[in-house]
């Protein structure tokens, strides 16, 4: 029992902290972990709109033979956009940059 509270002790003081950085502020590291968790939820309230805006797509470009093709390539969209919400909103506490674009967005290739 000392141990799990020993153990649980740590981990609420070690891993709370932001990496040190000379120009971060407080306010810089409670704005990071507000957007992390707000869009934690919005990915994982947003996951079901990745099928029907995948189907939209690969119906536009395939006809109608993309809406099978959409239809799988959206529900393993929503399953990754699930998980990246679910991993956000946990792990709020560590600000991040995004790491996938919003639902329905397309992202266009930047020329190097």
């Given at each position: 029992?000392?141990?799990?509270?020993?153990?649980?002790?740590?981990?609420?003081?070690?891993?709370?902290?932001?990496?040190?950085?000379?120009?971060?502020?407080?306010?810089?590291?409670?704005?990071?972990?507000?957007?992390?968790?707000g869009?934690?939820?919005?990915?994982?309230?947003?996951?079901?709109?990745?099928?029907?805006?995948?189907?939209?797509?690969?119906?536009?470009?395939?006809?109608?033979?993309?809406?099978?093709?959409?239809?799988?390539?959206?529900?393993?969209?929503?399953?990754?956009r699930?998980?990246?919400?679910?991993?956000?909103?946990?792990?709020?506490?560590?600000?991040?940059?995004?790491?996938?674009?919003?639902?329905?967005?397309?992202?266009?290739?930047?020329?190097?």
């Open positions: 029992m000392r141990f799990i509270i020993a153990l649980a002790w740590i981990m609420s003081t070690v891993l709370p902290m932001p990496p040190a950085s000379a120009e971060e502020t407080t306010g810089d590291y409670m704005d990071g972990i507000g957007t992390q968790f869009r934690g939820l919005e990915n994982i309230v947003t996951s079901l709109a990745e099928i029907p805006c995948t189907v939209h797509a690969d119906m536009k470009d395939q006809g109608n033979s993309g809406f099978f093709t959409g239809f799988g390539k959206g529900t393993l969209l929503m399953l990754r699930m998980l990246v919400g679910v991993t956000e909103v946990g792990t709020f506490f560590i600000p991040t940059e995004r790491t996938i674009p919003r639902v329905c967005h397309e992202t266009k290739p930047s020329v190097a």
